[in-house]
């Protein structure tokens, strides 16, 4: 992973691949664990852009995640998010909505309303919405994020502040 977030991209590829085929044979194809080494797997691919190396790395993450366990697991809102994430960064914006709405619904129910990982999934559904102009739509996610955020993390964390700068950006747009 420290050569992922180096963006050093071709020596990250042979140790995600092979921990992912220890795994694979250690555990068996089926077990959460391998979704987590296809996930990062494919988040590698996806750093690169080589997106349709990703999309099937994470859609059979997903599927492990689901069936293993079950389709209302924080996990599976975490490969939802992903795959999401990738069908937005290609354009793919019909694809993502539902896929972020139910990662939403996900961790609203499994972790509660006044999670971060909430505040993500719903500053991440505004994101998809900002990428298509619909700021009216966006912005009660966004102030939404923005107060979990403030009342978990506090107004000078790191992410509370990219949530902010985002309802900044959506407030000049509506004006």
Request: charged residues 15%.
């Amino acid at each position: 992973m420290l050569y992922d977030s180096q963006g050093q991209y071709p020596k990250a590829l042979p140790l995600y691949e092979r921990a992912l085929a220890i795994r694979e044979a250690s555990l068996g194809e089926s077990h959460p664990s391998v979704a987590t080494s296809l996930n990062n797997l494919a988040g590698l691919y996806k750093s690169q852009g080589q997106y349709p190396e990703a999309l099937p790395l994470y859609e059979r993450a997903l599927a492990i995640r689901e069936a293993s366990l079950g389709e209302s697991h924080p996990s599976v809102a975490t490969s939802l998010n992903n795959l999401a994430l990738l069908y937005k960064s290609q354009g793919q914006y019909p694809e993502a909505l539902p896929l972020y709405e139910r990662a939403l619904a996900i961790r609203e129910a499994s972790l509660g309303e006044s999670h971060p990982d909430v505040a993500t999934s719903l500053n991440n559904l505004a994101g998809l919405y900002l990428s298509q102009g619909q700021y009216q739509e966006a912005l009660p996610l966004v102030q939404r994020a923005l107060n979990i955020m403030k009342d978990i993390l506090g107004a000078a964390h790191p992410n509370t502040v990219i949530i902010a700068n985002n309802l900044d950006y959506v407030k000049k747009h509506i004006k």
